[in-house]
C-alpha cells in the first residue's frame, strides 16, 4: 500500500547515498587507497567503505535519531522507531578499487519487515536509482519498467558470486550449466546495481546465492517496483545477516523460467 512516508524516507535515501557517492566518484581507481582484507584474502576493504558509511550513518541518525541502522562496515544499533536502515556503504568494492563503473551506494529503509524505500547511486554511470513501496521506481527521475522477457534462452542474465573459494567453486559448476541456456550473462561486480538494471531493462534477470541484507535490500525494491519479481528458491524467506539463500530478480514473465533454471543448474546448493 502507498504510504506518503514512504516517499520521505527514498528522498532521505537518495540525498545520504548521493553525498556518499561524491566520496566514491573522487576516490575510486585512485593509487594510494588503504585497502584490508575482511572474510577471506579476497575480500578487500577501504579506508573509503569505512568513511562512507559512517558519513550515512551520521547523517541517518541526524534526521532520524529513533531508527536502527545496520551497515556493511560494522553499524549495528537497534533503535526505537520501528524503521531499520540498510546501508552497504561501497556495494562493488572491487570496482571501486579499480575504478570501475558500477560500485555504488545503496542505502534502504525498513519498517515492519519490509523493505519500503531506497536508493542505489551509481556515480561513475551516472545513475541515481530510487524507489518507495507502492510510488513506483525511476532511474534519474525517470519511471522504470523491467523487460517483457519470458524466454531465458533470449534472456540477458546478471550474476555474482562472493568471496569464499570453496563457494566460487561450485558457483562456477552452476554458470557452467546455466550459460548455454541463456542468451548471456553478465558478472556487474556490484548486486545492487545488478538488481537496478533488472528494474530499467538493462538486464532481464539475475540471480545470485550468499547476499547479505545490504547487498539485496534497496536494488530488490527499485526491482520490484519497476514491476519485476523479486524472490528466492525454494521460496526461502531472502537473508537478513545469514547469507544462503538463492535470490532471483526478473522480468515477470521470466522469474518462474529462471528461477526453475537456476534451482535445476544447482545454484541454491552452493
Ligand atoms: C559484493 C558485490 C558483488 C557480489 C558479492 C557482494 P561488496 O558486495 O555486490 O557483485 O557478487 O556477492 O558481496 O562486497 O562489494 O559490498
Known amino acids: 500500500m502507498a ?4 516517499l520521505a524516507w527514498r528522498d532521505l535515501a537518495v540525498a545520504v547515498a548521493r553525498a556518499g557517492a561524491e ?14 582484507t575482511k572474510s577471506t584474502e579476497t575480500d578487500p576493504v577501504t579506508e573509503v ?38 546501508v552497504d556503504p561501497i556495494d562493488g568494492t572491487v570496482n571501486f578499487l579499480y575504478g570501475i563503473p558500477g560500485c555504488n551506494v545503496s542505502v534502504a529503509a525498513e519498517a ?3 523493505v519500503v524505500a531506497a536508493a542505489v547511486v551509481d556515480p561513475l554511470h551516472g545513475d541515481v536509482f530510487a524507489a518507495a513501496r507502492g510510488h513506483g521506481a525511476t532511474r534519474n527521475g525517470h519511471a522504470l ?25 561450485r558457483q562456477a559448476e552452476v554458470l ?14 556490484a548486486a545492487a546495481v545488478d538488481l537496478c538494471w533488472v528494474a530499467c531493462g538493462r538486464l532481464d534477470g539475475y540471480y545470485e546465492t550468499g547476499l547479505q541484507a545490504w547487498d539485496w535490500a534497496a536494488g530488490g525494491l527499485v526491482a520490484e517496483e519497476a514491476g519485476a519479481r ?19 530478480a526478473a522480468a515477470p514473465d521470466l522469474f518462474d523460467p529462471l528461477r526453475a533454471l537456476v534451482a535445476a543448474a544447482g545454484a541454491a546448493e552452493v
Open 3 to 6: 504510504d506518503p512516508e514512504h
Open 23 to 36: 566520496r566514491i566518484r573522487a576516490r575510486a581507481g585512485a593509487a594510494d587507497l588503504r585497502v584490508d
Open 49 to 86: 567503505d569505512r568513511e562512507v558509511e559512517a558519513m550515512v550513518v551520521e547523517s541517518l541518525l541526524a534526521a532520524r535519531p529513533d531508527d536502527g541502522v545496520v551497515g556493511e562496515e560494522g553499524a549495528d544499533r537497534a533503535g526505537t522507531s520501528g524503521v531499520r536502515w540498510l
Open 112 to 114: 515492519g519487515g519490509q
Open 145 to 169: 519498467r523491467a523487460t517483457s522477457a519470458s524466454d531465458p534462452a533470449r534472456s540477458l542474465v546478471g550474476t555474482g558470486f562472493g568471496y569464499d573459494p570453496e563457494r566460487r567453486r
Open 176 to 189: 557452467v550449466r546455466v550459460l548455454p541456456q541463456v542468451r548471456d550473462v553478465r558478472r556487474l561486480g
Open 230 to 248: 523479486v524472490g528466492t528458491v525454494g521460496d526461502v524467506p531472502l537473508p537478513d545477516g545469514l547469507p544462503g539463500a538463492c535470490i532471483v
